[in-house]
């Protein structure tokens, strides 16, 4: 039964929407290049997609705590900074920071002077070292080659330490 207002003739138009030809219905020539225009494109744009998928950095936020924030590559550059800072110095801590970090530090050292510069590693040498200070280590946030470190010095004392991640690994870096 017809419709009131309808058009029940079916049209090339219509047909092609359908997609293939339905009950023995020929396609016309223009029908059929249609058709494969729609699924060249179909599969351009899948292409496309997926290049763009695969070009995206994995900037992905994730979160490590406990045993995986201590034992992550993060940690353990965090770690082999602190321990060459304490040991030996600016210099000795140099290839595990960035340039920002060094310069940093290097504009405290400017700041507070030798003295002011050796009671801040003095400070610093009170607390946990090595393995005990791993252990302080809580949690990591990573965002694509930037990370967030954090260690738990006291119930009340938290360390923020950020890190990026350079052609030569995680260094410690300035707060992004």
């Known amino acids: 039964m017809a419709v009131?207002?309808?058009?029940?003739r079916d049209s090339a138009e219509t047909s092609s929407l359908r997609g293939p030809a339905l009950a023995g219905e020929a396609r016309s020539g223009k029908q059929r290049v249609h058709a494969y225009a729609r699924e060249a494109f179909m599969k351009l744009m899948i292409r496309v997609l997926a290049a763009v998928a695969l070009a995206i950095p994995s900037s992905h936020a994730q979160t490590l705590t406990g045993t995986q924030a201590r034992k992550s590559?993060?940690?353990?550059?965090?770690?082999?900074?602190?321990?060459?800072?304490?040991a030996g110095g600016l210099d000795a801590a140099q290839p595990y920071m960035t340039a920002a970090?060094?310069?940093?530090?290097?504009?405290?050292?400017?700041?507070?002077?030798?003295?002011?510069?050796?009671?801040?590693?003095?400070?610093?040498?009170?607390?946990?070292q090595g393995e005990a200070r791993r252990k302080q280590i809580e949690k990591v946030e990573l965002t694509g080659g930037y990370a967030v470190l954090e260690a738990r010095d006291s119930p009340q004392v938290l360390?923020?330490?950020?890190?990026?991640?350079?052609?030569?690994?995680?260094?410690?870096d300035v707060r992004r």
Do not use: I
Not at 73 to 86: N, P, V
Not at 160 to 170: A, R, Y
């Open 73 to 86: 590559a993060q940690a353990d550059a965090f770690l082999a900074y602190e321990k060459a800072l304490l």
């Open 101 to 128: 970090k060094f310069e940093e530090l290097n504009g405290m050292l400017k700041t507070w002077g030798e003295d002011g510069f050796k009671q801040f590693l003095d400070r610093m040498r009170g607390g946990a």
């Open 159 to 172: 360390t923020v330490q950020h890190l990026t991640k350079t052609k030569d690994g995680w260094q410690v």
């Open 4 to 8: 009131p207002g309808t058009d029940t």
